[in-house]
């Protein structure tokens, strides 16, 4: 069985999306990251990263880094259908995952979220605050014109959706505005069972 270590709140939550999406058996370990535990002995013992999302599998392989535990979970359940078929196509939803996670997320969200982490005086925070913020809306602007009509980020439904989803938490989180067709996601995202499972399960495990 898979053990998957997930935060409430956390990025984690687009693998638990995929997790339950694929209907995979797994171990679910929630962190409580506020008070470290990403960092103690125990947990680097096996993520020397201090990061979540990580996966281990049955065998005790540890996989780390949101697009290429996505892209495993998807790889390994092609049944699921979260990944394309096509090369082109895989390649666009690997590229998305890419922008999602580096870019919007790490050069925007992050800095959004927790400024402190990278200075300590305030008004240095809230420049990094603001910062953050004009590149979280900016990123989301592209993913909007990438989605388009679509209902999904890159019309049929993948693993990129799942990245895409936690940022629209996120973006909540923050009072960001949402561009109509990410909110309408957004919403088509909440209809999805295994959406709502991760959904309930991180407010229970929250
Ligand atoms: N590049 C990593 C980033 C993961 C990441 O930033 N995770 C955050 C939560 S969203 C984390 O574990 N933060 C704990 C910490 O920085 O102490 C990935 O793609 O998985």
Redesign the pocket.
Known sequence: MIDFFH?PG??SLGIHVILEEIGVDYRLHVLD?KSGQ??TDTYRSMNPK????AIRLEQGEVL????TIAFWLAESHPEAGLLPEDRLARARVMEALDYI?ASVH?RGF?LALVPMKFVSDPAAQEALRAHGLAAATEGLAQLSETMGAHDWLLGEYSIADAALFYLTVWADRLGVELPANIAAFHARMTQRPAVARALNMAATTG
């Open positions: 935060a956390a990025c990251l990403q960092r201090g990061t979540v999302p780390t880094e949101f697009q996670v790490m992050t």
